[in-house]
């Protein structure tokens, strides 16, 4: 028999609505510093470079940048603390992105802090070599931080100038959550300065069997435990469960504003897609329409939110099948006979669905691209072995694994540039499942390298100082990066 | 409905009953831990091809539990009976759906069984090693399941009895890193799910 969904996670959810990311806008500052004497930004990189290796920068060409502990105003514990959080994370934040070359703050730590920029002390921070710094101030108005935060030139030509100068204050700076402030500046700063969308507050989506709670619900001949939705930062920070069922729930799928997870779950006792709201408790919904005798999984939202791609055995075999969200229009998009055709993914203007598909024969699984109406398929890899999990990126980059097994490695094929193809990871461990950033510049994936399953990042170049873990209990597989800043 | 305080209970009790409207006490834990079923000393190890020889042996003898009826199996709970199954799991060679002879043999023996014990409705789970991707096997599981389905089907027992259920590679039944135990993985497995 099967047991009722248990409502466990909608609790979760409940406490999600209560998180900071969901607080309303309002007595939210960021605004323009009133003693700022703007000078021309550091400039701005292409933003269309040909070769989408290029769009991130060597570390010849970024920007160096010092961040210094910032000054607190008060002998406020909780201040200096939160204070210390938002810089730490700042630093991660600005040194992702890889706009700027952001100076390890090990090797600044004995250069005196200053609250006035005129006071900087130049020498020393030429010394290291830094071309900017950031001064900042942290104070106290009620719960909140309020941020006074300053990007001086330190360069001989120009040295004291302030080019960036903003004030950031409000309840999304509470104290009690340092990390979203410095997400949000972060943010704002790679925005104005560079013209980037950066991705601080992001989110990312995973299944995890951390709990190692046994299936309940129904008996299952393996021996694993059952696994839940869990959703992080970007970072890795904030990790909590989003489903409590002990059951098999994989593949999350954020929608494109972030308050919706489509994600595969056996709770009914087979495959089938199922999508809830993260900021109320209703039940899931079922949109691939809840059916014993077929298997319906791997969802992908369309860039607007209204549809669902998934992989259905409706027909009798595995093809791409797309429906509204609320289930209607459900319709058949590749309808090709005795074939796997699996894992959509969506084109950045939602004109376009890649999937792959064995019809080439066994063993040859093959990425395909199809007009959403199920007109004009192409295929696009050829000879590709494992080839596995297209996700396509807002750069019209598709990301895959690939591999005859057992070990995989993630990959992209450039489709602004003849279907060039890299290899992104390096042959570590197994490397399965990417993601993209909404940006575009940096891939989540699954890793064996340090062992079991992990959720990692990295850039899209594949440097291996932009690599980082961001799981680091149970195994974690089918991460899913959020389209927008989470609940903003 | 949910009240907002609910939100401070640790997860762990978040084990509520659907619809109630008052906390439950927690519920830390399944209170029957099922055991695993027996392991598959004999699942094909080389990778390609089977020998009648590399079986599993057949199931021991259900013990006399002094029952009244002369067939224990026929009054075990599904549990049990999954406990100690009759129902022999069918193996596959590496990204594979077809059934070889010893694969057959044991669905005929499987369907035999059925056949006796008419009330039974199986779940068909379909498994794989964790070569291939995590995608790609979910929709190949399906496929294992569906091979050992049609070939019930053929041998005349009903579609309404049998459904099948992928878990790609989610649930090894052995979790070593070699061609022994990925032999053991690339399965069709036999649950007996429920009593008409």
Redesign the interface.
Known sequence: MMKPYLPAALIVAAALAAAPTARPAAAWISEPLQSSTQQQPPPTQSQQPTDFRLSLVGAGTQPKVGLPDFTVEGGDKDLADATMTLVNVLWDDLDFEKEYYLIPRKSTASIPVVADAKSLPFDRWKEIGAEYVIVGTSKRIGDNLDIEFRLVGVRDDIQGKEVFSWHYGGSGCALKNARFCAHFISDDFHKKTRGVDGVARTKLAFSSDRDGARMTGRQISGPGPGKEVYIADYDGANQMPVTANRNLNLAPAWSPDARDLAYTSWVSGYMDVYVRSLFDAKPPTRPAGSDNNVENGLAAWSPDGSKLAFASTKSGDWDIWVVNRDGTGLHNITNYPKAIDNAPTWSPTGAQIAFTSDRTGSSSNQIYIVGADGVGLRQITFGCQGCDRPTWSSLNVIAYTAGAGPGHDIYAVDLNNNNRTIQITDGQGSNESPTFAPNGRHLAFVTTRWGKEQVATIAITGKKDTLKRVTEVGNNRYPNWSHTPGGQ | ??R?Q??L?P?VA??????CATKKPPVS??TT??P??APFPGANQSGGTTTPADRPPAPPPVPDTGAVTSDPLADKS??DI?SNSPLK?VFFAF??DELDDVARQALNDNAQVLKKYSTWVI?I?G?CD???????N???G??RALAAKNFLLSLGLSAARI?????GK????DPG?TEASWAKNR?A?F?V??KQ
């Open positions: 409905m949910l907002p609910t939100i209970i997860l978040l084990v509520l009953v659907a619809g834990a399944p831990q099922v695993p079923p599904p549990e999954n799991p990204d594979s779940a789970e498994h964790e070569r291939g991707t995590a995608e790609y979910l929709a190949l399906d496929r459904k099948t259920v992928s878990y989610e649930f090894p039944f890193h399965r497995q649950m799910t429920a």
